[in-house]
Protein backbone atom coordinates (compact mmCIF):
# COMPACT_ATOMS: atom_id res chain seq x y z
CA UNK A 1 0.00 0.00 0.00
CA UNK A 2 2.83 2.35 0.61
CA UNK A 3 3.41 1.92 -3.36
CA UNK A 4 0.22 3.26 -3.68
CA UNK A 5 -0.01 6.61 -1.67
CA UNK A 6 3.19 7.48 -2.77
CA UNK A 7 2.06 7.32 -6.65
CA UNK A 8 -0.87 9.64 -5.39
CA UNK A 9 1.36 11.88 -3.90
CA UNK A 10 3.51 12.16 -6.68
CA UNK A 11 0.65 12.81 -9.39
CA UNK A 12 -1.00 15.43 -6.90
CA UNK A 13 2.20 17.16 -6.91
CA UNK A 14 3.42 17.07 -10.88
CA UNK A 15 -0.40 18.27 -11.37
CA UNK A 16 -0.01 21.07 -9.02
CA UNK A 17 3.53 21.91 -10.69
CA UNK A 18 3.35 25.33 -12.40
CA UNK A 19 6.22 24.22 -14.98
CA UNK A 20 4.15 21.45 -15.82
CA UNK A 21 0.74 23.55 -16.02
CA UNK A 22 2.86 26.47 -18.24
CA UNK A 23 4.18 23.66 -20.56
CA UNK A 24 0.74 22.38 -21.19
CA UNK A 25 -0.20 25.38 -22.21
CA UNK A 26 2.36 25.88 -24.58
CA UNK A 27 1.83 22.82 -26.05
CA UNK A 28 5.91 21.49 -24.55
CA UNK A 29 6.04 17.75 -24.08
CA UNK A 30 7.31 17.84 -20.75
CA UNK A 31 8.06 20.56 -18.08
CA UNK A 32 12.02 19.95 -18.95
CA UNK A 33 11.67 22.20 -21.89
CA UNK A 34 11.82 25.30 -20.03
CA UNK A 35 15.53 24.01 -18.76
CA UNK A 36 16.99 23.21 -22.79
CA UNK A 37 15.56 27.31 -23.27
CA UNK A 38 17.41 28.34 -20.94
CA UNK A 39 20.14 26.82 -21.55
CA UNK A 40 19.81 27.70 -25.16
CA UNK A 41 19.25 31.40 -24.60
CA UNK A 42 22.53 33.58 -24.76
CA UNK A 43 23.64 34.87 -21.18
CA UNK A 44 24.42 38.47 -21.09
CA UNK A 45 26.31 40.31 -18.48
CA UNK A 46 25.59 43.97 -17.31
Known amino acids: ?3 KKF ?3 W ?3 H ?3 PYVKL ?3 KGY ?4 AFKLIE ?3 PK ?3
Open 11 to 13: IHQ
Open 7 to 9: SKD
Open 29 to 32: RARA
Open 39 to 41: ILE
Open 23 to 25: AQQ
Open 15 to 17: IND
Open 1 to 3: MAK
Open 44 to 46: TKL
